[in-house]
């Protein structure tokens, strides 16, 4: 509860809080492209000169050692370009339109989203913190789809209220990760709904993954409800285009086994999802966020 929090802690939040209810407000008086363009910019001048941009390039220099020094950089300004991006992008997702003609979004594979929206069709639709995220399950709901969106509360109270209220655009079940999420999400596949989820966050409780040659440890949510109802496990990746445009590519549904032996099955489907990621991750190094502690120290 907010209120158990100390105090120096609220007065912290708050600050915190008026400051992005400020920014919010003036992205969105602001067309999309400008506000992106903007926050990007400042984003890109401001984020390498923080302490947390040596994590980004410890992670970046492991995962990809083949990169060159001049590389690295651009692919971490790339980074702290596309955060700020989608930081002021929130204050306008309510203008996508995912399957308009000549709108802000190219939509690649449709059909690997409107073939689950008949009765008995379950899917588990999964991305990652990469290109603008927020957008992925625009493709879900705007094709007719309910679903449920697991999703990790931020650390900052009202900053999490301000993404709520933005997200509320998209027009999905709002889930977060706790003790409700597992419940909520097995009534959302229990009435015949699905479920879209970030898969490539560190979870300590979780099991160990490969993940660009080293473990890491990773939610098992993913699989254990694909193996249990049967779900198709779709792909969907979001690439940025210039002036705030995207391309969601929903990609064909993984073969996974299902061997009756849980432990070996649910590491099999989360070793090809992170191979999915890290597909996408190598291809576009600047579009992941690469801040994450995804992998043990």
């Known amino acids: 509860m907010a ?24 992205f969105r ?20 000169r923080l302490g947390v941009n040596r994590r980004a390039r410890q992670n970046l220099q492991r995962a990809l050692p083949e990169l060159s020094d001049e ?41 690997n989203i409107r073939r689950y ?3 008995g069709q379950r899917a588990i639709f999964f991305s990652g913190h990469f290109g603008n995220w927020e957008v992925a399950t625009l493709a879900v709901t705007q094709a007719g789809l309910g679903v449920a969106e697991i999703y990790r509360a931020a650390n900052n109270p009202i900053i999490d209220d301000i993404i709520n209220y933005a997200r509320s655009a998209v027009g999905s079940e709002l889930v977060p990760k706790g003790t409700i999420a597992a419940r909520r999400a097995l009534a959302a596949l229990k009435s015949g709904r699905h479920i879209a ?13 490969p993940f660009f040659g080293r473990d890491a440890m990773t939610a098992p949510a993913l699989a254990k409800f694909a193996l249990h109802f049967g779900c198709a496990v779709v792909p ?4 940025r285009l210039p002036h705030a445009r995207f391309r ?17 099955d649910e ?13 996408w991750i190598r291809e576009k190094p600047d579009h992941w966020f690469w801040l994450h502690r995804r992998w043990p120290e």
């Open 236 to 239: 969907v990746r979001v690439d």
């Open 71 to 111: 590389r690295v950089v651009q692919a971490i300004g790339g980074m702290w370009d596309n955060l700020g991006r989608v930081a002021a992008e929130y204050a306008h997702l309510g203008q996508y339109r995912v399957y308009e003609p000549g709108g802000r979004i190219e939509m690649v594979g449709a059909e």
């Open 248 to 264: 969601i590519t929903a990609e064909p549904p993984l073969s996974y086994p299902r061997t009756g032996d849980a432990a070996r």
């Open 29 to 48: 008086l602001l067309p999309v492209a400008w506000a992106s363009a903007l926050a990007g910019a400042l984003a890109r001048a401001i984020g390498p």
């Open 3 to 26: 209120s158990r929090r100390p105090l120096g802690r609220r007065l912290l939040d708050a600050a915190e809080g008026g400051g992005a209810w400020l920014l919010f407000g003036c």
């Open 267 to 279: 590491l099999a489907l989360m070793t090809q999802v992170n191979q999915v990621l890290e597909r």
């Open 197 to 209: 989820m970030l898969v490539d966050q560190k979870m300590n409780d979780g099991i160990p993954v």
């Open 117 to 119: 929206g008949v009765p």
